[in-house]
């Protein structure tokens, strides 16, 4: 189920490329709306005011090579950029030949204009990013824009609107990329802006009119996405049944939170209390991976079995969820394949029963959505939370004992960070307890308990991650909290991992 939120976009076709999101991004951060369509679409995509193709790992040369319907892109009348594969599929639908290259040319490269107008204007000397093997002959009747330190072409023209770049303009090792898309989007067609206040009056009315008065059912979680999307429903005037799993695997009074949470925003949302159910089926279970299997199953048994029967599902997917799942092995995204993939939800798709609004959105374009909905700022800074709960932070069995261990170190965490100003300069903050014992003197008294990690990173998309450099005495604060405030505890350690290697979560 689709959503065009505006005519006029910048539709760029993905080859493939890893940098395909990223021409989108930098797009919305020069203020135009950018999206992404893949090559069969050409057909449909409303009224594009200029076309990108992206780069991509394949080679034109090949057999199956991917391909778009040229005529079709013509017909649109507005300026074509290529980029990589792009530009050489343009190369050779007008006139030009390709040589496959053995070797991938990959890195900086030195881009020398040849001319000083159009998408070369204020265009000096200077660094740009290459990923490619293939070389392009161009026809006769091409410009030449630029070339690289050996003389040899790497932007082309050929016609009045169609230009191609042998380089990524995208990424940031282009020192003066941003400037050249900035030039080619000078040249698009009454381009529409990127403004979120425009954008999610759009979204909003999109919403109810694909909706059409039918009743939706979302599973929420209180983090930033599904409470952003319940509001949006909400907003949409939309008969939305939110659904929230209690797994007893949540922080401390987070259940009272969240459903305070939502009536802020005017939604009664249903808790489902699952704890039991999902504690009995993980005891004794300390394999990462299969305590993760039972949640991730009983977690889709029991949203089922209370949503009955559902004329529409929400959810919450994400711009990068939609690529990544393809392209990358990060665990979020894995798991949220992992959940899109439910026979459930796959049944639901292919009846056209699935509803993916934010789909379009990078995270902190979400977060401009809520706070343009005048969401609390306190639930949009909210740190990601993993869908597997605490399970993720408390490696070996699970037990009621341990995983209140983590609940009040947690809390006195999180509490901490809030009233020295620090969380929302963090990106994920958490306390996890260790399966061993550890030997500690409490009064007169040797005794043997849990040692607590805490761990607070920096990141900007949880791919990569640092660890924070809390003050000295604000860990000092918190671990004497901890080691006097919470039973069972008897030794407090700070992680001092960056992922990689270490992963952000403990299992
Ligand atoms: P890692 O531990 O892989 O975490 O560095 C990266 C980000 O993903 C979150 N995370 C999960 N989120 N289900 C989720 O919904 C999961 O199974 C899961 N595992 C990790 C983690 O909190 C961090 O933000």
């Known amino acids: 189920m689709s959503f065009s939120h505006f005519d006029r976009a910048i539709a760029v076709f993905d080859f493939g490329s890893q940098y395909s999101q990223l021409i989108v991004r930098r797009i919305r951060e020069l203020g135009f709306q950018a999206l992404l369509h893949q090559p069969g679409q050409v057909g449909e995509i409303g009224r594009p ?13 090949e057999p199956d090579a991917p391909d778009i319907d040229f005529d079709r892109l013509m017909e649109y009348g507005v300026p074509v950029l290529g980029i990589c594969y792009g530009m050489q599929l343009l190369n050779l639908k007008c006139g030009g030949r390709i040589h496959p290259g053995t070797t991938r040319e990959y890195g900086p490269a030195l881009l020398r204009p040849a001319v ?20 392009c002959e161009r026809p006769e009747s091409a410009r030449v824009l630029a070339e690289n330190q050996d003389g040899i072409p790497v932007a082309l023209q050929w016609d009045d609107r169609m230009f191609g770049i042998q380089f990524h303009p995208e990424v940031s090792h282009s020192q003066q990329g941003g400037r050249m898309l900035a030039n080619f989007l000078a040249m698009a067609k009454d381009p529409a802006k990127f403004e979120i206040g425009a954008f999610k009056d759009r979204l909003v009315a999109e919403t109810r009119e694909i909706v059409a008065g039918r009743p939706v059912v979302c599973g929420v979680s209180g983090g930033v996405d599904s409470t952003v999307l319940a509001a949006l429903l909400h907003e949409a005037g939309v008969d939305v049944r939110c659904l929230f799993v209690d797994n007893g695997l949540l922080r401390k009074n987070e259940v009272q939170d969240v459903v305070a949470q939502f009536e802020e925003i005017g939604i009664q949302i249903e808790v489902i209390h699952a704890a039991d159910r999902f504690l009995t089926a993980l005891a004794g279970v300390e394999d990462p991976e299969e305590k993760r299997r039972i949640i991730g199953k009983l977690f889709v048994d029991v949203f089922f079995s209370a949503a009955g029967d559902i004329q529409l599902l929400a959810q919450g997917t994400l711009f990068p969820d939609v690529i990544e799942s393809a392209t ?18 796959m049944e639901l798709a292919r009846q056209g029963k699935v509803l993916e609004p934010l789909s379009d959105l ?28 605490l399970a993720v932070r408390c490696p070996g069995a699970i037990t009621e004992e341990r995983l209140e261990i983590i609940r009040e170190a947690d809390e006195i965490f999180i509490d901490a960070l809030r009233r020295h100003g620090l969380y929302d300069s ?15 003197v409490k009064g007169d008294e040797r005794v043997h308990e849990a040692p607590v990690v805490l761990r607070a990173v920096a990141s900007q998309d949880a791919m990569t991650a640092e660890w924070v450099r809390l003050p000295g005495e604000f860990l000092a ?4 909290r901890i080691l006097n405030g919470v039973p ?14 270490a992963s952000i979560e403990w299992e």
Not at 118 to 135: E, F, Y
Request: net charge positive; glycine share 10%; hydrophobic share 35%.
């Open 426 to 440: 963090v990106w994920q903050a958490y306390a996890a307890v260790l399966p061993c014992k550890t030997v500690g």
């Open 362 to 389: 990078f995270k902190d374009e979400v977060r401009a959505l809520g706070r343009a909905m005048g969401l609390n700022p306190r639930v949009l800074g909210r740190h990601p939370f993993p869908g597997p709960g």
């Open 49 to 61: 005011s200029a076309i990108i193709l992206s780069g991509g790992p394949r080679s034109t040369s």
């Open 477 to 480: 604060e918190v671990s004497n």
């Open 116 to 135: 000083a107008d159009g998408l070369m204007a204020g265009i000096t000397d200077s660094q740009v990013w290459m990923s490619h093997s293939d070389t």
């Open 488 to 501: 069972g505890v008897s030794r407090v350690l700070y992680d001092i991992s960056t992922k990689p290697p």
């Open 328 to 345: 990358s092995g990060s665990i979020a995204s894995t798991i949220k394949t992992h959940h899109n993939r439910v026979s459930q939800i």
